[in-house]
């Protein structure tokens, strides 16, 4: 797969085309999304994915020309929705494109998570049933290229059978173990692993962008310095004052701390990524048993 490497280095860069040329028109907001959409299309669609910087905050995110010209050229348009990336909401109703179907990843969830969290990719039921309902939108697009979708579907599919083989692993060793992070970015992923997801004020402040209470911020130090929390989980493209200090007393006391990631890494597939992710978390979880 094609991948273009985004010349302003810790910025948040203009699409790029990240497949062959022809085909199917495909944009996606995020870039896990477009690789999905890639790994379903191959050769019969060019994708392009506006967020694909892990560098970067993509709260920070602002639109350009390029951007809103793709999006008004695409015959599908993917976007994650939950009020994670209104702007591209803004897009499409300031394009109009007759032609253009349109994904909300979001819909594809049975009912909307209680707790606000829109980091749904990090849910592999959700990420699978994005997936069958792409695959329908390229075979109602691209009915010529049927055949081919509903086969790259089933190998997509197979591809997630290691995940949720070695989530079943570590939920077998793990399940029960009390963990914090600075944000719900992982949420779902660390409840599928069974761990005890603690200080959930603090996060939901954090993704807010509002400031957590000083009670909140009190109770979140104090789990770090007993040690009640094994594991701390944060956000590596959104550090601020309080989260800084967070990491800092957690590793003053001995609690091993994990970053994750909004944003596909360079270089990697979104199977490889959640892998990455989870040996991260084993490493961290066996850590804190020593």
């Known amino acids: 797969m094609l991948r273009l490497v985004c010349s302003l280095l810790g910025l948040l860069c203009p699409v790029t085309v990240l497949a062959t040329a022809g085909g199917v028109r495909i944009v996606a907001a995020e870039n896990f999304y477009g690789d999905i959409a890639s790994q379903l299309a191959g050769p019969h669609a060019r994708v392009a994915s506006v ?19 793709a999006v008004a050229e695409a015959d599908l348009v993917i976007y994650n929705g939950l009020n994670y990336d209104v702007w591209m909401v803004r897009l499409l109703a300031g394009t109009r494109a007759p032609h253009r179907r349109v994904l909300e990843a979001a819909s ?43 086969a790259r579907l089933r190998r997509f599919s197979a591809s997630l059978r290691p995940l949720r083989a070695e989530i079943a692993r570590l939920r077998a ?19 599928a692993l069974g761990l005890q997801m603690r200080e959930r004020r603090f996060q939901l402040a954090e993704m807010n962008a ?23 989980i944060y956000n590596r493209q959104v550090t601020g004052g309080a989260v800084t200090r967070l990491l800092r007393i957690a590793r003053a006391a001995g609690v091993p701390v994990v970053g994750v990631t909004e944003t596909e890494p360079a270089g990697l597939d979104y199977q490889h990524w959640m892998l990455g992710q989870l040996r991260a978390l084993e490493g961290a979880l066996s850590g804190s048993r020593s």
Not at 181 to 191: M, R, W
Not at 210 to 232: C, G, I
């Open 51 to 69: 967020l694909r910087n892990p560098d970067a905050d993509p709260h920070l995110f602002e639109t350009d020309v390029a951007t809103a010209r």
């Open 108 to 150: 594809v969830l049975r009912q909307p998570p209680a707790d606000g969290n829109p980091h749904i990719w990090y849910d592999l039921d959700a990420v699978e049933a994005l997936a069958r309902a792409i695959a329908g939108e390229l075979q109602q697009i691209d009915p010529a290229q049927e055949a081919s979708y509903a």
């Open 173 to 191: 060793r793990y399940a029960g173990t009390p963990v914090a992070a600075t944000e719900p970015v992982a949420n779902d992923l660390a409840a």
């Open 210 to 232: 509002t400031e957590p209470s000083a009670s909140d911020t009190a109770a979140f130090e104090r789990a770090l310095k007993m040690r009640s929390v094994r594991v701390l």
